[in-house]
């Protein structure tokens, strides 16, 4: 499995912060327009299913592992991104180095 979108033009409550993240110190999406996710190995566990995987985003990658949990179509992964490895920097007031990540989809057969 590959997913891959933009990175999101909001993040938090705030228009400011958000137009901070884009910044090339951070997401630097002007530069890197996109990001992926790429499955290498998927287990099920007793709430539903583990992926394991590599993030890619500022033209560099990161393990990531995603909790998913499905319902019909809508699937919802959460996990835990170390932004370190990716060299997205900020004043820990900013924020912390580990972010907690939340991605919601819908689900269509192929046409």
């Given at each position: 499995?590959?997913a891959?979108?933009?990175?999101?033009?909001?993040?938090?409550?705030?228009a400011r912060?958000?137009?901070?993240?884009?910044?090339?110190?951070l997401?630097?999406?002007g530069a890197?327009?996109?990001?992926?996710?790429?499955?290498?190995?998927?287990?099920?566990?007793?709430?539903?299913?583990?992926?394991?995987?590599?993030?890619?985003?500022?033209?560099?990658?990161?393990?990531?592992?995603?909790?998913?949990?499905?319902?019909?179509?809508?699937?919802?992964?959460?996990?835990?991104?170390?932004?370190?490895?990716?060299?997205?920097?900020?004043?820990?007031?900013?924020?912390?180095?580990?972010?907690?990540?939340?991605?919601?989809?819908?689900?269509?057969?192929?046409?």
């Amino acid at each position: 499995m590959r997913a891959r979108t933009s990175p999101p033009k909001r993040c938090s409550a705030s228009a400011r912060r958000d137009a901070d993240l884009r910044k090339p110190h951070l997401l630097d999406s002007g530069a890197h327009p996109e990001l992926t996710f790429t499955a290498t190995g998927v287990r099920r566990d007793a709430e539903g299913w583990e992926v394991t995987g590599e993030l890619r985003l500022r033209g560099t990658s990161c393990p990531l592992t995603l909790a998913v949990e499905a319902d019909g179509t809508r699937v919802r992964a959460t996990g835990t991104l170390d932004r370190a490895p990716l060299g997205v920097k900020a004043p820990r007031a900013m924020i912390g180095r580990y972010v907690a990540i939340a991605v919601e989809a819908e689900l269509e057969p192929p046409s």
